[in-house]
């Protein structure tokens, strides 16, 4: 192929790791934190967020309907807290028929300090999907943004495209960014 189409790969590649992340990381600060802090927030939001990991019940839980598929890795969680098993509560896990049914949390906590720039765009998906405030679009905003990123990341064997694919994703992210 031809320089062109490789220069559409990168192009698109820029925008979603500069800008898209710049816009997104805005948008978690300005309509997710308010007045709090990365750190205040993830500690607060601690349920919802461990739950994007976590598959069982936990001692936090106040219902019994967990999503049981796991969303991230537990790398990803420990991008957001720390895990100290020292703090997990024994009575806070439960036993039946030898199986563990109820997990403890308290083993999690936000790390000192963490900024949203630590943040990729699968996991301010989640926070956005878990946490946010639920306004008309933005779901519908960060998946398209996720999707473009997928589809775009997935040519990096080949790092080519045509100038119509360029423009259909271009076009897409441009609408999603410049809102």
Same mark, same amino acid.
């Not at 300005?30 to 927030?41: A, M, N, V």
């Not at 969680?77 to 997990?88: P, T, V, W």
């Given at each position: 192929?031809?320089?062109?189409?490789?220069?559409?790969?990168?192009?698109?590649?820029?925008?979603?790791? !500069?800008?898209?992340?710049?816009?997104?990381?805005?948008?978690?600060?300005?309509?997710?934190?308010?007045?709090?802090?990365?750190?205040?927030?993830?500690?607060?939001?601690?349920?919802?967020?461990?739950?994007?990991?976590?598959?069982?019940?936990?001692?936090?839980?106040?219902?019994?309907?967990? %999503?049981?598929?796991?969303?991230?890795?537990?790398?990803?969680?420990?991008?957001?807290?720390?895990?100290?098993?020292?703090?997990?509560?024994?009575?806070?896990?439960?036993?039946?028929?030898?199986?563990?049914?109820?997990?403890?949390?308290?083993?999690?906590?936000?790390?000192?300090?963490?900024?949203?720039?630590?943040? !990729?765009?699968?996991?301010?998906?989640?926070?956005?999907?878990?946490?946010?405030?639920?306004? $008309?679009?933005?779901? %519908?905003?960060?998946?398209?943004?996720? !999707?473009?990123?997928?589809?775009?990341?997935?040519?990096?064997?080949?790092?080519?495209?045509?100038?119509?694919?360029?423009?259909?994703?271009?076009?897409?992210?441009?609408?999603? $960014?410049?809102?």
């Amino acid at each position: 192929m031809t320089q062109q189409h490789r220069n559409n790969y990168f192009k698109l590649v820029a925008l979603i790791v !500069d800008v898209a992340y710049l816009v997104i990381s805005k948008y978690i600060k300005e309509k997710i934190l308010g007045p709090d802090s990365f750190e205040t927030f993830l500690n607060k939001e601690k349920h919802k967020l461990v739950h994007i990991y976590e598959t069982s019940q936990c001692c936090e839980c106040t219902i019994s309907s967990i %999503n049981k598929e796991k969303l991230i890795t537990r790398k990803q969680l420990l991008i957001l807290y720390k895990s100290d098993k020292g703090n997990q509560i024994r009575e806070h896990k439960r036993y039946a028929r030898g199986k563990l049914t109820q997990i403890c949390i308290c083993e999690y906590s936000a790390k000192a300090h963490i900024d949203v720039r630590v943040v !990729d765009i699968t996991l301010a998906n989640y926070i956005i999907q878990k946490c946010g405030k639920h306004a $008309l679009g933005i779901e %519908n905003w960060i998946e398209q943004i996720k !999707d473009v990123r997928n589809e775009i990341f997935h040519l990096s064997d080949i790092q080519e495209l045509t100038d119509y694919k360029f423009s259909r994703k271009w076009i897409t992210l441009k609408d999603q $960014l410049w809102e």
